[in-house]
């Protein structure tokens, strides 16, 4: 089942190839001018360039060529040589009531799928969530999605920060905090029993004592050297095994965890796995030897690196002094610190080694904040150069940030870093609120307002997100994203929310769908929007931006309005029409809520 964009993409390609020119040529677009046709190809300037023949020449013999296609009703020759081409109201039909029977709303697979994994989300233990983990949240689980309904095989991995520098401090932080914690470390570390041990540890370890600790404990590494190297130290004794460290990390990985997941669901974000940092500690050992017999690592005061700019690859880097020196670009990975730890860049190459051997896959995409670009150049170049995945096959998904009304990265008025619970209940709030300014909801029994309002909060949130091309920073606008008018979530939903409602009031009248016919302008805008579908799907996995089927959704709901406002449904003045137009409502609502399902929007029935 093709696209009419496809299908007439083909039509023109053999009329070129017939005239002895490229298929290629014939690749049509929507028309720039919907007034004068539904697609056009540009390919006979092109072509004319080849042929030493005037384009408009070319573009006649390739007109006439196409008189004998049926689903089309006129190609006329525009301008400098463009071919312009209207479909013929049947083959709208055809096409209409194609998609309207297809469960995947006209959207073809991937072939031959692929096997993909993506790294989103990153939350940390304790560390807060900030906005570059929501927007990672939000464009990973709609990516994932997308891979998924595109028929590929497709791993979502949480890749949970719980290896690094922070547990050193936070296992510090707790011990002086709590003596008994300090206790339990000495006695384990003395041959004490671990099960009473770990008992004692989950008694006084929970997210509000590590999200307290954190702050300080982090800040007071920053300007006391001796407690940065104790919490070093600690973090390089806990990587090595000791096991009072193990246990009371283990203790914190779940509390974390248990916490994230929670937060996480809200949102409607769900990872196939929940793989941290630490997971790929176990092969860390085999791939230093393996780096090192195949001769990557070098001696850097202490520390081991492996170096992955090429030659005369270098930037300017400015020195502590003042001073400015030419260095290489991009910088080492570090792959074993002087204290003998594990560092970001390890962990990250040793879970490249680790997805390998697990899933194969033939695709690694890693959602994260554009500011982490550097090091994923790093990591991957060193991958190539260690042969474990080809340069090509991984592929960072770089995000701009959300930001307050100054421009910067977003905080919440007190300067701290948004809690992502904080902020869908806020959201939540706000969402209630617009649905009682809109008189919206009125009839619901208290639990499904409250989902609905959950529902419309998430859609705010993401909608917001995902109508952007990923490498856009926008601006974080609460008043804004709830509304229900303009390009935004709401609206989305309360487009079809109404339509769900005209089906049922349909359904009690006893009207029923039938035959899909194209008389109407607005009709015939309606199906050439459904079968843009496909396009938008394939666009978005081609380049990993969502934000193609958030512009589809959008003007599919936009389309059914101005259809809706044409053409009366319920009233039409015939059956035969209504039954086409239930068709069509039914069509549209069923695409429209795969596009929002694809953003990661679940559709309320009503509101
Ligand atoms: N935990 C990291 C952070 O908060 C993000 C992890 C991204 N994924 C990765 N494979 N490095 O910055």
């Known amino acids: 089942m093709n696209d009419l964009k496809t299908a007439l993409g083909e039509a023109v390609g053999a009329a070129f190839a017939g005239a002895g020119l490229p298929p290629e040529l014939g690749r049509v677009t929507p028309a720039d001018r919907p007034d004068l046709a539904d697609f056009q190809c540009n390919g006979a300037m092109a072509a004319a360039r080849m042929a030493t023949l005037p384009p408009r020449d070319i573009a006649a013999r390739i007109a006439a060529a196409l008189e004998g296609n049926g689903d089309l009703t006129g190609v006329e020759i525009a301008g400098p040589g463009f071919i312009n081409l209207r479909v013929s109201a049947q083959a709208l039909a055809r096409r209409a009531a194609e998609v309207a029977g297809d469960p995947r709303g006209g959207a073809s697979l991937a072939d031959p799928p692929r096997r993909v994994i993506i790294d989103y989300g990153g939350p940390n233990v304790a560390k807060p969530m900030h906005v570059g983990h929501l927007r990672s949240s939000i464009i990973g689980e709609a990516l994932k999605r997308i891979h998924r309904f595109r028929g590929d095989v497709t791993i979502g991995d949480a890749h949970f920060g719980d290896w690094g520098f922070q547990m050193g401090l936070l296992i510090l932080a707790t011990a002086d905090e709590i003596p008994v914690i300090a206790e339990v470390i000495a006695d384990v570390d003395a041959g004490g029993d671990p099960v009473a041990a770990e008992a004692i540890l989950r008694a006084h370890v929970d997210l509000p004592l590590l999200e307290r600790l954190y702050p300080p404990a982090a800040e007071r590494a920053k300007r006391d050297p001796d407690f940065r190297d104790a919490a070093r130290k600690a973090t390089a004794a806990l990587q090595g095994g000791r096991a009072s460290y193990r246990l009371i990390w283990q203790v914190f990985a779940d509390v974390s965890r248990v916490a994230l997941k929670r937060d996480f669901h809200a949102l409607g974000v769900d990872f196939d796995l929940w793989k941290g940092e630490s997971d790929a500690d176990p092969l860390i050992p085999e791939m230093i030897a393996d780096l090192e017999a195949k001769g990557l690592l070098e001696s850097d005061q202490g520390a081991r690196i492996l170096r992955v700019a090429g030659p005369g690859e270098t930037k300017k880097k400015k020195l502590d002094d003042g001073s400015v020196v030419v260095v290489e670009s991009p910088d080492p990975l570090l792959v074993v610190s002087s204290e003998g730890s594990a560092m970001y860049g390890t962990t990250d190459l040793a879970t490249i080694l680790q997805r390998r051997r697990d899933f194969d896959p033939q695709l690694f995409l890693y959602v994260v ?68 300014e809109a008189g919206l909801g009125a009839e619901l029994a208290e639990d499904e307002f409250r989902d609905t309002a959950h529902k419309v909060a998430v859609a705010a949130l993401k909608f917001a997100d995902l109508q952007n091309f990923r490498g856009t920073s926008y601006v974080f606008d609460l008043d804004r994203f709830t509304s229900f008018e303009g390009k935004t979530g709401p609206y989305l939903l309360y487009q079809a929310v109404r339509i769900k409602s005209l089906l049922r009031k349909a359904a009690d009248q006893g009207a029923v769908a039938g035959a899909i016919v194209i008389a109407e302008p607005t009709e015939r805008e309606l199906a050439l929007t459904l079968d843009a579908f496909n ?66 929007i679940e559709t309320p029935e009503r509101m």
């Open 369 to 436: 904040d554009q500011r982490q670009a550097e090091h994923f150049e790093q990591v991957f170049r060193a991958a190539a150069r260690a042969e474990y995945a080809p340069r090509e096959d991984l592929v960072h998904i770089g995000f701009g940030t959300m930001n307050g009304p100054d421009g910067k990265p977003f905080k919440t008025r007190e300067g701290g870093v948004l809690k992502l619970a904080d902020l869908i209940a806020m959201t939540s709030e706000k969402a209630t609120a617009r649905l009682h």
């Open 535 to 600: 396009q938008a799907v394939v666009e978005a996995d081609d380049k990993s931006a969502p934000h193609f089927i958030a512009e589809h959704a959008f003007r599919l709901a936009q389309v059914y309005s101005k259809f809706y406002a044409a053409c009366p449904v319920l009233a039409a003045a015939d059956e035969a029409t209504r039954a086409s137009r239930l068709s069509l409502s039914q069509a549209v609502l069923a695409q429209l809520e795969t596009a929002l399902d694809l953003l990661g």
